[in-house]
């Protein structure tokens, strides 16, 4: 099965990810807890990994195109000139971040003496190839990855151990 990535109105993801996986196509939206500073005091908090962007499953044809097409908040199939099937990596990195529909945990991540940074647990042992920076201040990390030949910098939570 096909994976393909829908824009959707700012603000309208989870509703259009339900609507969709009431027609009965599956829908994915990543979400991700987050460390946020407020007051001197971090607050978790969850956050869309992809904003504007859902993904979903499905063997498009032209009633499956429409069908979803119609779903209130969706804009359009991405891809150049027609929808356009995600890379079977690809489709990988998204299962991966949508996590089975819960929100991604932050990665514990471990300093040495010598200053070396090590990741313990979480998503970010699957990406130790692909961080691009490590910021253990604020309690991010962000990494790359690739959609529709696209590179694109996704922020994930990290804490320190």
């Known amino acids: 099965m096909n994976m393909y990535v829908l824009q959707v109105k700012p603000g309208y993801e989870e509703t259009t990810v339900r609507l969709i996986n009431e027609k009965g196509y599956t829908a994915m939206c990543p979400t991700e807890e987050i460390y946020?500073?407020?007051?001197?005091?971090?607050?978790?908090?969850?956050?869309?990994?992809?904003?504007?962007?859902?993904?979903?499953?499905?063997?498009?044809?032209?009633e499956t195109y429409y069908r979803i097409k119609s779903v209130?908040?969706?804009?359009?199939?991405?891809g150049f000139g027609k929808p356009e099937p995600l890379k079977s990596d690809e489709q990988a990195h998204i299962r991966l971040l949508w996590n089975k529909g819960r929100p991604i945990e932050a990665s514990k991540v471990y300093?040495?003496?010598?200053?070396?940074?090590?990741?313990?647990?979480?998503?970010?042992?699957?990406?130790?190839?692909?961080?691009v920076s490590l910021d253990l201040r604020q309690r991010r990390a962000k990494i790359r990855v690739t959609l529709l030949g696209k590179p694109h910098t996704v922020t994930m939570p990290v804490i320190s151990i």
């Open 36 to 62: 946020q500073r407020s007051g001197g005091v971090w607050h978790k908090r969850l956050k869309l990994v992809f904003t504007q962007y859902i993904f979903v499953e499905c063997e498009l044809d032209e």
């Open 72 to 78: 209130f908040g969706v804009i359009r199939f991405l």
């Open 111 to 131: 300093t040495t003496s010598a200053g070396d940074k090590m990741v313990l647990s979480g998503i970010l042992r699957d990406y130790q190839n692909n961080i």
